[in-house]
Protein backbone atom coordinates (compact mmCIF):
# COMPACT_ATOMS: atom_id res chain seq x y z
CA UNK A 1 0.00 0.00 0.00
CA UNK A 2 0.88 3.26 -0.95
CA UNK A 3 2.29 6.11 1.60
CA UNK A 4 3.46 9.04 0.69
CA UNK A 5 5.92 11.09 3.33
CA UNK A 6 5.64 15.24 3.40
CA UNK A 7 8.99 16.04 4.79
CA UNK A 8 9.34 19.85 5.59
CA UNK A 9 12.79 21.29 5.95
CA UNK A 10 13.67 23.96 8.53
CA UNK A 11 14.36 27.61 7.33
CA UNK A 12 12.53 30.15 10.11
CA UNK A 13 10.55 32.89 8.30
CA UNK A 14 10.47 31.12 4.83
CA UNK A 15 8.45 28.23 6.40
CA UNK A 16 5.36 30.53 4.61
CA UNK A 17 6.62 28.78 1.68
CA UNK A 18 5.90 25.23 3.07
CA UNK A 19 2.43 26.66 3.37
CA UNK A 20 1.82 27.47 -0.11
CA UNK A 21 3.21 24.01 -0.85
CA UNK A 22 0.58 22.25 1.24
CA UNK A 23 -2.72 24.67 -0.37
CA UNK A 24 -1.26 23.10 -3.83
CA UNK A 25 -1.28 19.43 -2.35
CA UNK A 26 -4.38 20.03 -1.28
CA UNK A 27 -5.91 21.65 -4.46
CA UNK A 28 -4.57 18.33 -6.11
CA UNK A 29 -6.07 15.86 -3.41
CA UNK A 30 -2.79 14.38 -2.54
CA UNK A 31 -3.22 12.75 0.42
CA UNK A 32 -0.69 12.91 2.79
CA UNK A 33 0.07 9.59 5.07
CA UNK A 34 3.17 10.57 6.87
CA UNK A 35 4.71 14.33 8.09
CA UNK A 36 8.14 14.61 9.11
CA UNK A 37 9.95 18.30 9.87
CA UNK A 38 12.13 19.85 11.29
CA UNK A 39 12.83 23.45 13.39
CA UNK A 40 9.97 25.45 11.43
CA UNK A 41 8.97 22.53 9.32
CA UNK A 42 8.00 20.70 12.26
CA UNK A 43 5.65 23.83 13.16
CA UNK A 44 3.91 23.28 9.99
CA UNK A 45 4.01 19.49 9.89
CA UNK A 46 2.06 19.63 13.74
CA UNK A 47 -0.41 21.87 11.68
CA UNK A 48 -1.00 19.75 8.87
CA UNK A 49 -1.38 16.60 10.77
CA UNK A 50 -4.17 18.48 12.50
CA UNK A 51 -5.56 19.37 9.14
CA UNK A 52 -6.31 22.68 10.10
CA UNK A 53 -5.43 24.44 6.42
CA UNK A 54 -7.11 27.29 7.67
CA UNK A 55 -4.97 27.41 10.69
CA UNK A 56 -1.37 26.97 9.27
CA UNK A 57 -2.63 30.20 6.43
CA UNK A 58 -3.92 32.04 9.76
CA UNK A 59 -0.46 31.13 10.99
CA UNK A 60 1.65 32.64 8.14
CA UNK A 61 -0.89 35.91 7.54
CA UNK A 62 -0.54 36.92 11.38
CA UNK A 63 3.55 36.14 11.62
CA UNK A 64 5.87 39.50 12.23
CA UNK A 65 8.55 40.25 14.53
CA UNK A 66 5.58 41.20 17.32
CA UNK A 67 4.03 38.03 16.93
CA UNK A 68 7.43 35.86 17.68
CA UNK A 69 10.09 38.09 20.19
CA UNK A 70 9.07 40.33 22.96
CA UNK A 71 9.49 44.16 22.25
CA UNK A 72 11.81 44.59 24.85
CA UNK A 73 14.34 41.89 23.36
CA UNK A 74 13.40 42.89 19.50
CA UNK A 75 12.36 47.00 19.09
CA UNK A 76 9.96 47.46 16.48
CA UNK A 77 11.87 49.25 13.55
CA UNK A 78 10.47 51.26 11.02
CA UNK A 79 12.90 49.65 8.27
CA UNK A 80 13.20 46.16 9.11
CA UNK A 81 16.59 46.13 6.25
CA UNK A 82 18.33 42.69 6.70
CA UNK A 83 21.42 43.99 8.40
CA UNK A 84 19.66 45.92 10.90
CA UNK A 85 17.78 42.59 11.44
CA UNK A 86 21.23 40.51 12.25
CA UNK A 87 22.67 42.76 14.26
CA UNK A 88 19.95 42.47 16.70
CA UNK A 89 20.18 38.77 16.72
CA UNK A 90 24.33 39.13 17.11
CA UNK A 91 22.84 42.16 20.05
CA UNK A 92 20.64 39.52 22.32
CA UNK A 93 23.09 36.51 21.60
CA UNK A 94 25.89 38.80 23.50
CA UNK A 95 23.92 39.95 25.79
CA UNK A 96 21.59 36.87 26.70
CA UNK A 97 22.51 34.27 25.09
CA UNK A 98 19.84 34.37 21.99
CA UNK A 99 16.15 35.30 22.24
CA UNK A 100 13.83 34.13 24.21
CA UNK A 101 11.30 31.45 22.58
CA UNK A 102 8.53 32.17 25.78
CA UNK A 103 6.59 34.00 23.18
CA UNK A 104 7.22 31.45 20.46
CA UNK A 105 5.94 29.17 23.22
CA UNK A 106 2.40 30.95 23.81
CA UNK A 107 1.44 31.11 20.15
CA UNK A 108 1.95 27.60 19.86
CA UNK A 109 -0.25 26.87 22.14
CA UNK A 110 -3.22 28.40 20.31
CA UNK A 111 -2.16 26.24 17.15
CA UNK A 112 -1.55 22.62 18.66
CA UNK A 113 -4.90 20.85 19.09
CA UNK A 114 -3.78 17.65 21.20
CA UNK A 115 -7.12 15.81 20.27
CA UNK A 116 -6.75 16.24 16.96
CA UNK A 117 -3.24 15.89 16.51
CA UNK A 118 -3.15 12.45 18.13
CA UNK A 119 -6.70 11.40 16.68
CA UNK A 120 -5.13 12.14 13.31
CA UNK A 121 -4.73 9.26 10.78
CA UNK A 122 -1.17 10.81 9.48
CA UNK A 123 1.72 9.96 11.30
CA UNK A 124 4.35 12.17 12.56
CA UNK A 125 7.95 13.09 13.32
CA UNK A 126 10.04 15.42 14.34
CA UNK A 127 13.77 16.22 14.75
CA UNK A 128 16.24 18.41 17.54
CA UNK A 129 19.71 18.29 18.91
CA UNK A 130 19.95 17.87 22.64
CA UNK A 131 22.71 20.47 22.84
CA UNK A 132 23.91 19.41 26.35
CA UNK A 133 24.64 15.64 24.93
CA UNK A 134 25.30 16.48 21.51
CA UNK A 135 23.40 14.36 19.69
CA UNK A 136 20.31 13.99 17.51
CA UNK A 137 16.75 13.43 19.46
CA UNK A 138 14.10 11.93 16.91
CA UNK A 139 10.31 11.88 18.24
CA UNK A 140 7.83 10.22 16.40
CA UNK A 141 4.06 10.51 17.15
CA UNK A 142 3.70 7.07 19.57
CA UNK A 143 7.03 8.32 21.27
CA UNK A 144 4.91 11.68 21.88
CA UNK A 145 2.02 12.78 24.53
CA UNK A 146 0.09 15.96 24.84
CA UNK A 147 2.27 16.93 27.71
CA UNK A 148 5.84 16.65 25.88
CA UNK A 149 4.77 16.91 22.38
CA UNK A 150 5.10 20.98 22.42
CA UNK A 151 8.75 20.69 24.45
CA UNK A 152 9.80 18.95 21.26
CA UNK A 153 8.24 20.80 18.54
CA UNK A 154 9.32 24.20 19.91
CA UNK A 155 12.72 22.54 20.86
CA UNK A 156 13.32 21.50 17.01
CA UNK A 157 12.03 25.52 16.36
CA UNK A 158 14.91 26.78 18.38
CA UNK A 159 17.21 28.00 16.03
CA UNK A 160 19.96 28.57 17.92
CA UNK A 161 21.89 31.19 18.31
CA UNK A 162 19.28 33.48 16.92
CA UNK A 163 17.32 31.84 19.78
CA UNK A 164 17.95 30.56 23.16
CA UNK A 165 18.59 26.82 23.90
CA UNK A 166 15.00 25.35 24.97
CA UNK A 167 15.28 23.42 27.80
CA UNK A 168 13.73 19.90 28.66
CA UNK A 169 14.61 17.99 31.67
CA UNK A 170 17.57 19.73 32.69
CA UNK A 171 19.57 19.38 28.86
CA UNK A 172 19.25 22.11 26.62
CA UNK A 173 17.80 21.38 23.08
CA UNK A 174 18.49 23.32 19.93
CA UNK A 175 17.36 23.44 16.32
CA UNK A 176 16.95 19.68 14.65
CA UNK A 177 19.04 21.52 11.69
CA UNK A 178 22.35 20.77 13.34
CA UNK A 179 21.30 17.11 12.51
CA UNK A 180 19.42 16.98 9.47
CA UNK A 181 17.33 20.30 8.32
CA UNK A 182 15.10 17.50 5.67
CA UNK A 183 14.51 14.13 7.76
CA UNK A 184 13.44 11.92 4.33
CA UNK A 185 14.93 9.31 6.12
CA UNK A 186 12.79 9.29 8.93
CA UNK A 187 10.00 9.53 6.28
CA UNK A 188 10.98 6.47 5.43
CA UNK A 189 11.81 4.93 9.01
CA UNK A 190 7.80 5.29 9.48
CA UNK A 191 6.76 3.55 6.19
CA UNK A 192 6.65 6.09 3.70
CA UNK A 193 6.78 4.49 -0.21
CA UNK A 194 7.04 8.29 -1.87
CA UNK A 195 8.50 11.32 -0.09
CA UNK A 196 7.85 15.14 -1.15
CA UNK A 197 10.88 16.50 -0.11
CA UNK A 198 10.04 20.59 0.17
CA UNK A 199 13.71 22.20 0.87
CA UNK A 200 14.02 25.54 2.12
CA UNK A 201 17.36 25.38 1.37
CA UNK A 202 18.51 27.20 4.81
CA UNK A 203 21.61 26.68 6.47
CA UNK A 204 21.53 22.78 8.31
CA UNK A 205 23.04 19.27 7.82
CA UNK A 206 21.25 17.23 5.52
CA UNK A 207 21.55 13.13 5.60
CA UNK A 208 22.14 10.55 2.87
CA UNK A 209 18.96 8.98 1.54
CA UNK A 210 19.61 5.76 2.86
CA UNK A 211 17.11 4.07 0.97
CA UNK A 212 17.33 5.04 -2.67
CA UNK A 213 14.45 2.67 -4.16
CA UNK A 214 11.87 5.21 -2.34
CA UNK A 215 10.88 7.76 -5.08
CA UNK A 216 11.65 11.37 -3.51
CA UNK A 217 9.83 14.40 -5.36
CA UNK A 218 11.86 17.67 -4.48
CA UNK A 219 10.35 21.06 -3.87
CA UNK A 220 12.34 24.49 -3.39
CA UNK A 221 11.75 28.09 -4.09
CA UNK A 222 13.10 28.69 -7.10
CA UNK A 223 12.09 32.70 -6.90
CA UNK A 224 14.13 35.17 -4.15
CA UNK A 225 12.22 34.32 -0.89
CA UNK A 226 13.29 36.50 2.10
CA UNK A 227 16.05 35.62 4.53
CA UNK A 228 14.94 33.82 7.38
CA UNK A 229 15.26 35.80 9.42
CA UNK A 230 12.95 38.08 8.45
CA UNK A 231 9.52 37.83 9.44
CA UNK A 232 7.43 40.25 7.54
CA UNK A 233 3.42 39.44 7.00
CA UNK A 234 3.73 40.91 3.26
CA UNK A 235 7.26 38.46 2.49
CA UNK A 236 5.06 36.01 4.31
CA UNK A 237 2.26 36.02 2.23
CA UNK A 238 4.59 36.06 -1.38
CA UNK A 239 6.23 33.41 0.07
CA UNK A 240 3.04 31.27 0.16
CA UNK A 241 2.17 32.01 -3.33
CA UNK A 242 5.50 30.78 -4.67
CA UNK A 243 5.19 27.45 -2.72
CA UNK A 244 1.56 27.15 -4.11
CA UNK A 245 2.94 27.59 -7.55
CA UNK A 246 6.17 25.57 -7.50
CA UNK A 247 4.07 22.96 -6.37
CA UNK A 248 1.53 23.13 -9.11
CA UNK A 249 4.49 23.52 -11.29
CA UNK A 250 6.20 20.54 -10.03
CA UNK A 251 3.93 17.84 -10.50
CA UNK A 252 2.08 19.60 -13.96
CA UNK A 253 -0.43 21.94 -13.18
CA UNK A 254 1.03 24.93 -13.96
CA UNK A 255 3.85 25.98 -16.28
CA UNK A 256 6.64 28.36 -16.15
CA UNK A 257 9.77 28.55 -13.95
CA UNK A 258 10.25 31.36 -11.80
CA UNK A 259 7.43 33.46 -13.57
CA UNK A 260 3.95 30.59 -13.15
CA UNK A 261 1.92 30.48 -16.48
CA UNK A 262 -1.72 28.70 -16.89
CA UNK A 263 -1.15 25.20 -18.15
CA UNK A 264 -0.29 24.83 -21.91
CA UNK A 265 0.02 28.83 -22.39
CA UNK A 266 3.91 28.21 -22.84
CA UNK A 267 3.45 25.29 -25.43
CA UNK A 268 1.07 26.95 -27.39
CA UNK A 269 2.69 30.65 -27.33
CA UNK A 270 5.82 29.14 -28.36
CA UNK A 271 4.20 27.07 -31.66
CA UNK A 272 2.49 30.51 -32.69
CA UNK A 273 5.49 32.93 -32.19
CA UNK A 274 8.59 30.64 -32.36
CA UNK A 275 8.91 30.24 -36.30
CA UNK A 276 8.27 33.96 -36.82
CA UNK A 277 10.75 35.12 -33.98
CA UNK A 278 13.32 32.85 -36.44
CA UNK A 279 12.43 34.33 -39.24
CA UNK A 280 12.94 37.90 -38.11
CA UNK A 281 16.48 37.64 -36.30
CA UNK A 282 17.32 36.06 -39.56
CA UNK A 283 15.98 38.71 -41.54
CA UNK A 284 18.03 41.34 -39.36
CA UNK A 285 21.14 39.24 -39.78
CA UNK A 286 20.67 38.05 -43.31
CA UNK A 287 23.92 39.52 -45.80
CA UNK A 288 25.52 41.03 -42.73
CA UNK A 289 29.44 40.44 -42.65
CA UNK A 290 30.74 41.58 -39.59
CA UNK A 291 33.00 39.83 -37.27
CA UNK A 292 30.73 40.14 -34.09
CA UNK A 293 28.71 37.82 -35.80
CA UNK A 294 30.55 35.24 -35.37
CA UNK A 295 30.93 36.09 -31.92
CA UNK A 296 27.11 36.03 -31.58
CA UNK A 297 26.64 33.07 -33.08
CA UNK A 298 28.14 31.08 -30.97
CA UNK A 299 26.25 31.90 -28.51
CA UNK A 300 23.80 28.81 -27.95
CA UNK A 301 20.20 31.17 -28.16
CA UNK A 302 21.73 32.38 -31.54
CA UNK A 303 22.66 29.53 -33.17
CA UNK A 304 19.69 27.68 -32.42
CA UNK A 305 17.69 30.52 -33.62
CA UNK A 306 19.98 30.94 -36.95
CA UNK A 307 19.91 26.64 -37.71
CA UNK A 308 15.99 26.83 -37.02
CA UNK A 309 16.39 24.88 -34.36
CA UNK A 310 15.25 26.64 -31.13
CA UNK A 311 14.58 24.83 -28.56
CA UNK A 312 10.90 25.34 -26.52
CA UNK A 313 12.91 25.68 -23.13
CA UNK A 314 15.16 28.22 -24.18
CA UNK A 315 12.43 30.16 -26.25
CA UNK A 316 10.56 30.30 -22.66
CA UNK A 317 13.62 31.69 -21.17
CA UNK A 318 14.09 34.89 -23.24
CA UNK A 319 9.80 35.46 -21.93
CA UNK A 320 10.76 34.75 -18.40
CA UNK A 321 13.92 37.00 -18.85
CA UNK A 322 11.64 39.56 -20.49
CA UNK A 323 9.22 39.41 -17.28
CA UNK A 324 12.21 39.96 -15.21
CA UNK A 325 13.63 42.74 -17.41
CA UNK A 326 10.21 44.77 -16.77
CA UNK A 327 10.15 43.77 -13.33
CA UNK A 328 6.77 41.92 -13.28
CA UNK A 329 5.32 40.64 -10.04
CA UNK A 330 7.07 36.80 -9.85
CA UNK A 331 3.86 35.58 -7.70
CA UNK A 332 1.31 35.84 -9.57
CA UNK A 333 -0.43 33.37 -12.08
CA UNK A 334 -0.10 34.74 -15.45
CA UNK A 335 -2.22 34.05 -18.99
CA UNK A 336 0.47 34.25 -21.55
CA UNK A 337 -2.07 36.57 -23.18
CA UNK A 338 -2.49 39.21 -20.41
CA UNK A 339 1.49 38.70 -20.43
CA UNK A 340 2.49 39.65 -23.73
CA UNK A 341 0.03 42.69 -23.62
CA UNK A 342 1.72 43.56 -20.31
CA UNK A 343 5.16 43.15 -22.10
CA UNK A 344 3.72 45.69 -25.00
CA UNK A 345 2.43 48.37 -22.28
CA UNK A 346 5.61 48.54 -20.89
CA UNK A 347 7.61 48.99 -23.40
CA UNK A 348 5.39 51.71 -24.88
CA UNK A 349 5.32 53.33 -21.46
CA UNK A 350 9.62 52.80 -21.20
CA UNK A 351 11.45 56.04 -22.01
CA UNK A 352 13.79 56.37 -25.13
CA UNK A 353 17.54 56.47 -24.51
CA UNK A 354 20.61 58.27 -25.99
CA UNK A 355 22.71 55.61 -27.26
CA UNK A 356 25.80 58.07 -26.59
CA UNK A 357 25.03 57.74 -23.04
CA UNK A 358 25.41 53.95 -23.46
CA UNK A 359 28.66 54.24 -25.43
CA UNK A 360 30.00 56.45 -22.45
CA UNK A 361 29.55 54.23 -19.84
CA UNK A 362 30.98 50.90 -21.82
CA UNK A 363 34.13 53.41 -22.50
CA UNK A 364 34.41 54.31 -18.51
CA UNK A 365 33.64 50.94 -18.03
CA UNK A 366 30.93 51.29 -15.80
CA UNK A 367 28.17 48.72 -17.75
CA UNK A 368 27.04 47.68 -13.92
CA UNK A 369 25.87 51.40 -13.17
CA UNK A 370 24.20 51.57 -16.75
CA UNK A 371 21.03 52.75 -17.32
CA UNK A 372 17.22 51.03 -16.94
CA UNK A 373 17.36 47.42 -19.29
CA UNK A 374 14.25 48.25 -20.06
CA UNK A 375 16.04 51.73 -21.88
CA UNK A 376 17.62 49.38 -23.46
CA UNK A 377 15.44 46.86 -24.80
CA UNK A 378 13.28 50.19 -26.30
CA UNK A 379 16.69 51.36 -27.63
CA UNK A 380 16.37 47.87 -29.43
CA UNK A 381 13.06 47.79 -30.50
CA UNK A 382 13.23 51.28 -32.20
CA UNK A 383 16.95 50.39 -34.15
CA UNK A 384 14.59 47.07 -35.46
CA UNK A 385 11.84 48.49 -36.53
CA UNK A 386 13.66 51.36 -38.14
CA UNK A 387 16.48 48.74 -39.37
CA UNK A 388 19.75 50.40 -37.93
CA UNK A 389 22.21 47.80 -38.04
CA UNK A 390 24.38 50.01 -35.72
CA UNK A 391 22.92 47.92 -32.73
CA UNK A 392 24.80 44.73 -33.92
CA UNK A 393 27.67 45.76 -31.89
CA UNK A 394 25.85 46.08 -28.86
CA UNK A 395 24.24 43.03 -29.20
CA UNK A 396 26.90 40.67 -27.47
CA UNK A 397 27.09 43.02 -24.33
CA UNK A 398 22.94 43.10 -24.04
CA UNK A 399 21.60 39.75 -25.65
CA UNK A 400 19.06 39.56 -23.29
CA UNK A 401 17.60 42.85 -23.91
CA UNK A 402 18.29 42.51 -28.06
CA UNK A 403 15.91 39.16 -27.73
CA UNK A 404 13.31 40.68 -25.60
CA UNK A 405 13.09 43.60 -27.73
CA UNK A 406 12.45 41.47 -30.55
CA UNK A 407 10.04 38.75 -29.10
CA UNK A 408 8.02 41.85 -28.38
CA UNK A 409 8.42 42.73 -31.97
CA UNK A 410 7.44 39.38 -32.36
CA UNK A 411 4.24 39.16 -30.47
CA UNK A 412 3.23 42.93 -31.87
CA UNK A 413 3.24 42.28 -35.42
CA UNK A 414 1.25 39.30 -34.77
CA UNK A 415 -1.57 41.04 -32.39
CA UNK A 416 -3.69 43.74 -33.69
CA UNK A 417 -5.10 43.58 -30.77
CA UNK A 418 -2.34 44.81 -28.89
Same mark, same amino acid.
Given at each position: ?????? #???????????????????????????????? $???????????????? $?????????????????????????????? #?? $??? /??????????????? =????????????????????? /? #? =??????????????????????????????????? %???? /???? *???? *????? *??????????????????????????????????????????????????????????????????? &???????? *?????????????????????? %???????? %????????????????????????????????????????????????????? $??????????????????????????????????????? /????????????????????????????????? &?????????
Amino acid at each position: MEKIGL #VLSGGGSKGAYEAGVYKALRKMHIKINIVTGT $SIGAINGMMIVQKRHR $SIMKFWKKVDFSAIYKEEEFPKMEDPSLAK #VY $SQY /VKAFINEGGLNVSKM =TKMFDSYFNPRKFFNSDIDYG /V #V =TFNLSKRRPVIKTKKELDRYNAKDYMVASASCYPA %FKPY /VIDG *DLYI *DGGYY *DNLPINLAIDLGATKIIAVDLRAVGFRRKIKDKSVEVTKISPRNKIASFLIFDKEKAKEAVKFGYND &TMKTFGKL *DGDKFTFRKHNLINNYNKYNDI %FEDKLNKI %FNGISNPILSKIFQIPIFKETINRQIEYNNFNSIIEKSGEIFKFEEFIIYNIN $SYNKGLLNALANTTPIDMNIIKNKIIDRKITQIIDSRQI /VKYFYNCIIGKDMSMIKYILLFRNEFLTALYIY &TVKGLSINY
